[in-house]
């Protein structure tokens, strides 16, 4: 299990940006995937990108063009660029990462970022 902490929520306008980072530390094991996920009052959880340790990302169609996800190896971070918000971008962010050990798959989670889009 990894500690992941993320950062950068807030209250934002309609069309306006903001940029999310996950920091992660404590990790024992080599971390493969690193995703972010979003969860709305009232709804489920969702996916809204992944990378990879190697680079490849994977965004959801609701945020493919407005939303870039990256990762800082290095740093053991991994951010999320929003643009273009909107008021459905709305949610409370969590950052993931998961972790093979022998086999066996390790999730972690972080606590959440809230970030709000006002009309």
């Known amino acids: 299990q990894v500690h992941l902490v993320e950062s950068g929520g807030g209250l934002v306008q309609a069309g306006g940006s903001l940029r999310l980072s996950c920091a992660a530390s404590?990790?024992?094991?080599?971390?493969?995937?690193m995703g972010w996920y979003r969860q709305a009052p009232g709804k489920q959880r969702e996916l809204v990108a992944t990378i990879t340790s190697g680079g490849t990302t994977n965004h959801a169609d609701s945020v493919k063009g407005r939303f870039t996800i990256s990762r800082d190896n290095a740093q053991n971070t991994v951010y999320l660029q929003m643009n273009s918000l909107k008021p459905e971008d709305t949610a409370v962010y969590y950052c993931?990462?998961?972790?093979?050990?022998?086999?066996?798959?390790?999730?972690?989670w972080g606590q959440g970022t809230l970030v709000t889009v006002s009309s």
């Open positions: 993931a990462a998961d972790q093979v050990s022998k086999g066996s798959v390790i999730e972690s």
């Open positions: 404590g990790s024992v094991f080599p971390i493969n995937t």
